[in-house]
Nanobody
């Protein structure tokens, strides 16, 4: 299993970034892909998740209305479009893969992780 994130960077508050998670080594259509983030000194938290089985989605309350998760099954890639970014969105963003869906995208369901990509939002 391999997950490779890309698309992080530095952006001003109010700006946008699009993260991508390219997956390989497993049957993409059977898995849930989640985006998590971890700020310094904090635990890794779920941001948004997408079930490739039935299209279910989950968003953390803090990103609802600003972030959109989508899946491109032809390219085995999940995207996270992040709009209206805020300084508190600053973190390392990781994508993970889970064999089962959990309604609130529980971290313990995710057994595989990418290396992460840094998002920095300046005020």
């Amino acid at each position: 299993v391999q997950l490779v994130e890309s698309g992080g960077g530095l952006v001003q508050a109010g700006g946008s970034l699009r993260l991508s998670c390219a997956a390989s080594g497993f049957i993409f259509d059977d898995y849930t892909i989640g985006w998590f983030r971890q700020a310094p000194g904090k635990e890794r938290e779920a941001v948004a998740c997408f079930s490739n089985v039935d299209g279910s989605t989950y968003y953390a309350d803090s990103v609802k209305g600003r972030f959109t998760i989508s899946s491109d099954k032809a390219k085995n890639t999940v995207h996270l479009q992040m709009n209206n970014l805020k300084p508190e969105d600053r973190a390392a963003y990781y994508c993970g893969a889970a064999a089962v869906w959990g309604r609130r995208c529980p971290r313990e369901y995710f057994g595989w992780w990418g290396q992460g990509t840094q998002v920095t939002v300046s005020s």
